[in-house]
């Protein structure tokens, strides 16, 4: 499949912030249309790494749509709890994907693995994994992450998910105090675009 012909791009995603932020991403001259026009629920995300994940859910909405689908599988990954909630960093804010609770249980995890964790450099990173992919046929994939730590507590007002409480390398902000602008050309999301454009 040529590169020209992807003008018009299912995004495979009913979070959101995540839809807002892959829309900003993507060229102007790409159509984009997203899975709450077709009323479709998320697949079962049943892999066991962020890019298995992601092409389950482009596999799954190209085929419910019959359209070229474009998936992000995304989250925080923690050192010091074994790299969790990785995988099920969405999964951390129950059912109702409620981002607040999360942040909660990611305080309370490092409570429990060390009651002095604030006083500690908390190593982090987002990994964001994408996949392009129409019926069942993979058309490219790729990884991108950003390295930083946890914030003592949650600051800032923009972004979404996790983004209150992680600060990227070199950086004294969280990615919820940095203007979306600024995040963009940070973030994981936006170095795994980078090795995706040549699609679009």
């Not at 972004?159 to 105090?177: Q, R, S, V």
Request: aromatic share 10%; proline share 4%.
């Amino acid at each position: 499949m040529q590169n020209k012909k992807i003008k018009r791009l299912l995004i495979g995603t009913n979070n959101k912030g995540k839809l807002k932020e892959i829309r900003d991403l993507l060229p102007n001259f790409v159509e984009t249309l997203s899975t709450s026009e077709f009323k479709l629920k998320s697949p079962k995300e049943s892999g066991k790494t962020f890019l298995q994940n992601s092409l389950i859910k482009s596999k799954y909405f190209s085929k419910k749509t019959n359209l070229i689908c474009l998936a992000d599988d995304s989250g925080l990954e923690i050192d010091i709890l074994n790299k969790k909630p990785g995988i099920y960093s969405a999964r951390w804010g129950g059912k109702n994907l409620d981002f607040k609770k999360a942040i909660k249980k990611v305080y309370k995890e490092l409570e429990k693995k060390n009651k002095n964790w604030k006083n500690k450099k908390i190593r982090a990173r987002f990994i964001c994994a994408l996949s392009i992919c129409y019926l069942n046929k993979k058309i490219v994939t790729s990884v991108g992450k950003v390295e930083g730590k946890i914030s003592n507590e949650p600051k800032g007002k923009n972004g979404f998910g996790y983004d209150p409480i992680f600060i990227p390398l070199g950086k004294n902000k969280t990615f919820a105090e940095i203007k979306p602008s600024e995040k963009y050309r940070l973030d994981h999301r936006f170095k795994a675009f980078k090795k995706i454009k040549k699609f679009l």
